[in-house]
C-alpha cells in the first residue's frame, strides 16, 4: 500500500469528524505545528489567545513518524499550520494535501541561511539560536496577519521571547569560546547539530546522517571509528530521540567518554530537562560542557 492510499483510507475514517467540525469559524483559532520544538516556539508567541496543537510530540522523532487519525483530523479542522520545512516532515504534505483542509501553512525557516551536510540540506535549523529568532519571527508575522485583534499582544510576546534567545545566544558564544581547539569536536547519534557547529565554532560528528531512518554500513562506521581512533574527539553523546546502541558501540571500541543525553529533534516529556526550546538549549549547552569542561 502507498502513503498516498494509507493516507486515502487515514481520512475516510474520519471523514464524518471532519465534517461535522468544519462550522468551527465562531472557535478559538485552531493552530497545528508540526513538531514539539516548534509548536513550543508558536505556543510562547499566541499565548493563550489560540489552541495549538503539535503532531510530532516530545520525545519523538520527526523523521519517521506516521500519523494518526487524530493527527489528520487536528489538520483537516486547523486554521494556521506550521511546518519547519526544509525536508524536515517527509510526510506532512500528503498529510495536508489528502486532508482537504482550509488552514493555511506556513514554513517557520523562511529565510534561514542553510547548511548543508555531505551535500543534504540540514533541516535542523533550531539548532542555532539566531535560527531560532528567524523562527519566532516568521511565527509571530503570521499570527498578526491572521489574528489581527491580538497583534498587540502577540508583538510583546514575540519581543520579550527574541531578547530571551539574544541573551542565551550571547552567553552560549561565550561560554563556548572559553573551550581549547582540543574539546571542540563530539560525536552524536547523527548529523542534527550542523547549525549549532556553524554558529559556535564546534565540531560534530555521527554515524549516521540528516535523516534517523538511515542506517550506516560497517564500513562507515569502521571508517568514523578509526578516525576517531587518530583524531580523537571530546565525548560521545546519546539523543533523546535514537537508540544508544551505536554510540555504545563508539565508545566501547574507541575509550571515548558518553558524555550525556542531548535533545535533538524533539523536547523532552513534562518533568524532562528540555520542555522548552529555551530549556532544551540550556540543557544541551550544560550537558556539552559539563562533559568537554570535565574531560
Do not use: C
Request: no cysteine.
Amino acid at each position: 500500500m502507498t502513503l498516498s492510499q494509507k493516507f486515502r483510507n487515514l481520512f475516510a475514517v474520519m471523514l464524518f469528524a471532519s465534517i461535522a467540525s468544519a462550522s468551527f469559524a465562531e472557535d478559538r483559532i485552531k493552530i497545528v505545528a508540526s513538531f514539539s520544538i516548534l509548536g513550543d516556539m508558536v505556543e510562547q508567541v499566541v499565548g493563550e489567545h489560540a489552541d495549538v496543537k503539535t503532531i510530532v510530540g516530545p520525545d519523538a522523532d520527526a523523521h519517521v513518524y506516521q500519523p494518526s487519525v487524530a493527527d489528520a483530523r487536528a489538520v483537516a479542522d486547523a486554521d494556521i499550520i506550521f511546518v519547519n520545512g526544509l525536508g524536515f516532515e517527509t510526510w506532512s504534505n500528503t498529510l495536508i494535501s489528502e486532508s482537504g483542509t482550509n488552514a493555511s501553512v506556513h514554513v517557520a525557516t523562511a529565510g534561514v541561511k542553510i547548511v548543508t551536510v555531505d551535500g543534504e540540506t540540514d533541516p535542523h535549523a533550531w539548532n542555532s539560536l539566531l535560527n531560532g529568532v528567524i523562527y519566532v519571527n516568521n511565527i509571530a508575522a503570521t499570527l498578526s496577519e491572521k489574528i489581527p485583534a491580538k497583534s498587540d499582544m502577540i508583538e510583546a510576546n514575540r519581543a520579550a521571547y527574541v531578547d530571551q534567545l539574544l541573551a542565551l545566544d550571547i552567553a552560549t558564544k561565550a561560554t563556548l569560546a572559553k573551550l581549547p581547539a582540543n574539546k571542540r569536536t563530539v560525536v552524536t547519534a547523527h548529523d542534527a547539530f550542523g547549525y549549532l557547529a556553524d554558529a559556535y565554532d564546534m565540531t560534530f560528528l555521527a554515524p549516521v546522517g540528516i535523516d534517523t531512518e538511515a542506517e550506516p554500513s560497517a564500513q562507515e562506521l569502521a571508517i568514523l571509528i578509526d578516525q576517531l581512533k587518530v583524531d580523537g574527539a571530546a565525548a560521545l553523546f546519546v539523543e533523546n530521540i535514537t537508540s544508544p546502541a551505536l554510540v555504545n558501540q563508539i565508545a566501547d571500541e574507541t575509550g571515548l567518554t558518553i558524555g550525556g543525553r542531548l535533545f535533538s529533534d524533539a523536547l523532552s516529556e513534562r518533568g524532562g530537562p528540555a520542555t522548552s526550546y529555551l530549556a532544551m538549549f540550556e540543557h544541551n549547552l550544560d550537558t556539552l560542557l559539563t562533559a568537554l569542561q570535565g574531560n
